[in-house]
């Protein structure tokens, strides 16, 4: 009888042994399935013709329109334009055609043109007036720096298109004597987002 | 076949639910790029924009006597202004023979072209430098200046009084361009100014003028 009663243990602990080893194997099998699915959501994912970029260029010959090769990040350092006449007088101006491309593969932009305020102040920068047009459109007519520091294009520029805008900087005839003889660095920036 | 068919639903709401879940990263980076930024920066001249120097100059002087170092310039832009030498004028006399001296001006500007004009002032009274009315009435000023590269008529007036050189509009000059201008003065007697003071009145008076010359650039 007594042999009998171990033998009934023995076979109730290899019963309860086989419960818990298939419970293991059915929590292995559970975490093998999830791993596979989660690498096929990962590859449909590409962003390789989704970036945004924009591009400019510039020139003070007013008949100029931009080529391929005039095209300049002017992220890291600003694209230079040149112009052949930098020193005005009061009641003089100097102009100058500035362009902004959006080159992004697909996407199109919504721009923005600002002066930028030099580093330092500047009294000459102040007296200065900006007149900035595309077309027969006027967004400025001589206004101060302060009332053309962001500026919004008209309308999106879509994928690989850009606009092409005339900026004349003058310096009232009023001006005062204590300008002459300074100089102010003037920097055009375009900033833009996807549409 | 019983057993089977759970294990297929639950495998199917698991891909249903990976799949979920991957449009909700698709939607995700859908969004993200909506806000995808960039700038540009363009910078208007190599050196930034300047505002053209405008000046004019005369011709250096000495201080104290006036006399003046050719080929050198100032400024002479204070209204005290700076002594030029007038070589006999200490020794004009009524009906007597004119003194006169060149001033050498010039346009120092690099690039502006200068319209010039000349005027006489009134130096004020101070305690030993005192300006005789009736002998400044009795002076006459004549001031000639040749052509100059702007403009091809030369300048001559003659016989002017004080009062009507305020503002001779003289010959323009252009960046960097020198003129001389010379001024004559003399000192009318009675008989030919028709005052009602003698000429021996005028003895030992002065008169105390300055020239100035004044531009505005083009």
């Known amino acids: 009888m007594s042999q009998n009663h171990v033998t009934r243990r023995r076979l109730s602990l290899r019963s309860v042994t086989t419960v818990v080893g298939i419970t293991m194997l059915a929590a292995v099998g559970l975490t093998a399935a999830s791993m596979v699915d989660w690498e096929e959501t990962i590859v449909s994912l590409s962003g390789t013709t989704n970036t945004f970029d924009l591009q400019v260029a510039g020139s003070d010959d007013l008949s100029w329109t931009p080529q391929e090769s005039s095209w300049k990040q002017g992220t890291e350092s600003p694209e230079i334009v040149i112009l052949a006449n930098s020193l005005i007088s009061p009641g003089g101006e100097t102009k100058a055609l500035v362009a902004v491309r959006d080159a992004s593969p697909r996407l199109n932009a919504v721009v923005r043109l600002g002066v930028v305020p030099p580093p330092e102040p500047n009294p000459l920068f102040d007296a200065l007036r900006f007149t900035i047009s595309e077309g027969s459109y006027v967004y400025a007519d001589s206004a101060p720096a302060s009332e053309v520091s962001s500026i919004p294009l008209t309308g999106d520029i879509t994928s690989m298109n850009y606009r092409l805008l005339t900026v004349v900087v003058s310096l009232p005839s009023d001006a005062p004597n204590s300008l002459a003889g300074l100089t102010s660095p003037l920097q055009l920036r375009f900033t833009g987002e996807n549409e | ?218």
């Open chain 2, 1 to 218: 076949m019983s057993i089977q068919n759970p294990t297929h639903k639950r495998s199917r709401i698991r891909k249903r639910a990976f799949l979920g879940l991957g449009v909700v990263v698709v939607a995700a980076a859908g969004f993200t790029a909506a806000a995808f930024t960039d700038f540009a920066n363009l910078n208007l001249g190599a050196s930034g924009i300047g505002a053209d120097t405008y000046n004019i100059q005369v011709v250096q002087t000495d201080p104290l006597t006036g006399v003046q170092s050719p080929g050198q310039w100032q400024e002479a832009n204070t209204a005290a202004g700076v002594p030029i030498q007038l070589v006999g004028a200490n020794t004009i006399y009524p009906g007597g023979p004119a003194v006169s001296v060149t001033i050498p001006v010039r346009n120092a500007s690099t690039t502006l072209e200068s319209t010039m004009s000349m005027g006489l002032v009134q130096l004020p009274d101070t305690v030993t430098n005192i300006t005789s009315a009736n002998y400044l009435s009795s002076l006459r000023f004549s001031v000639s200046q040749p052509a100059t590269s702007l403009t091809a008529t030369p300048i001559s007036v003659t016989g002017q009084t004080f009062a009507q050189l305020s503002a001779l509009q003289l010959n323009e000059l252009a960046a960097l361009e020198a003129s001389d201008v010379t001024i004559t003065v003399t000192l009318l007697d009675q008989v030919a100014s028709g005052a009602a003071y003698t000429d021996n009145s005028l003895n030992g008076q002065k008169a105390f003028v300055q020239a100035s010359f004044n531009g505005v650039s083009n």
